[in-house]
């Protein structure tokens, strides 16, 4: 009998003579728990080019914007036909007051997300090699590797309920930050979904770049000419 976290039941467990709770806890000897965090988050994660789609309706110009990872505070200048980034910091103990007077310092096309749950995301992450160790000692039970492989997705799952999910979380695990500039003088939004974090991209684009003309036209408003 095994207690299967991704059913959160007791369940039978037949075919295998493998041990998957007691491989599991002693996988711990062998993978290394400190790792980094940032480089292993961009190998399950893949966010793709937002394009700011109010600005480029109204000006014609595309704005697109995309994620970056980091462990500390820092951003990168955009460059080619990207305008501007999300910047997730994934560091335990950091000051969002901090953080926030250094972003009011800096450029306008800039994002910021800092997360809270490091531990959670860590232990998870660990969880997930671990589950890779004993996969790869039992390669050839069919049985255990199955059981094994839904134990990984469950875990999988909880690591996208970490990061993509909380960055639209109502339940405040995440702090955004971005230039007061960019609100206008009215109050600051909450980033609870996509839609509202499009709005949010269109409108610091446009504060970012002012100079940009109107010129609605698809063949020639682009980065590179055909």
């Given at each position: 009998?095994?207690?299967?976290?991704?059913?959160?039941?007791?369940?039978?467990?037949?075919?295998?003579?493998?041990?998957?709770?007691?491989?599991?806890?002693?996988?711990?000897?062998?993978?290394?728990?400190?790792?980094?965090?940032?480089?292993?988050?961009?190998?399950?994660?893949?966010?793709?080019?937002?394009?700011?789609?109010?600005?480029?309706?109204?000006?014609?110009?595309?704005?697109?914007?995309?994620?970056?990872?980091?462990?500390?505070?820092?951003?990168?200048?955009?460059?080619?036909?990207?305008?501007?980034?999300?910047?997730?910091?994934?560091?335990?103990?950091?000051?969002?007051?901090?953080?926030?007077?250094?972003?009011?310092?800096?450029?306008?096309?800039?994002?910021?997300?800092?997360?809270?749950?490091?531990?959670?995301?860590?232990?998870?992450?660990?969880?997930?090699?671990?589950?890779?160790?004993?996969?790869?000692?039992?390669?050839?039970d069919k049985v255990a590797i199955r059981i094994l492989n839904e134990e990984k997705l469950f875990r999988t799952n909880k690591l996208?309920?970490?990061?993509?999910?909380?960055?639209?979380?109502?339940?405040?695990?995440?702090?955004?930050?971005?230039?007061?500039?960019?609100?206008?003088?009215?109050?600051?939004?909450?980033?609870?979904?996509?839609?509202?974090?499009?709005?949010?991209?269109?409108?610091?684009?446009?504060?970012?770049?002012?100079?940009?003309?109107?010129?609605?036209?698809?063949?020639?408003?682009?980065?590179?000419?055909?």
């Amino acid at each position: 009998i095994k207690f299967s976290n991704h059913r959160s039941k007791y369940n039978f467990i037949d075919g295998t003579d493998v041990d998957i709770e007691q491989e599991l806890i002693s996988a711990s000897k062998f993978v290394d728990s400190d790792f980094d965090l940032v480089s292993r988050l961009e190998s399950f994660f893949e966010f793709g080019i937002i394009p700011a789609k109010r600005i480029q309706f109204e000006k014609g110009t595309p704005r697109f914007f995309t994620f970056k990872f980091w462990s500390e505070f820092d951003f990168e200048v955009p460059e080619n036909e990207i305008d501007g980034y999300v910047n997730l910091i994934f560091k335990k103990r950091i000051n969002a007051s901090k953080v926030n007077e250094k972003v009011q310092e800096g450029p306008l096309n800039q994002i910021f997300v800092v997360f809270k749950e490091i531990d959670q995301i860590e232990e998870t992450l660990f969880e997930i090699d671990k589950i890779n160790h004993v996969i790869n000692k039992f390669s050839d039970d069919k049985v255990a590797i199955r059981i094994l492989n839904e134990e990984k997705l469950f875990r999988t799952n909880k690591l996208k309920s970490f990061v993509e999910d909380a960055l639209f979380s109502k339940d405040s695990k995440v702090t955004w930050i971005w230039k007061d500039e960019i609100d206008n003088g009215n109050e600051k939004r909450k980033i609870t979904s996509y839609r509202i974090l499009n709005q949010l991209l269109s409108d610091a684009a446009e504060i970012a770049y002012p100079e940009t003309p109107t010129y609605r036209n698809e063949m020639v408003n682009k980065e590179y000419l055909s």
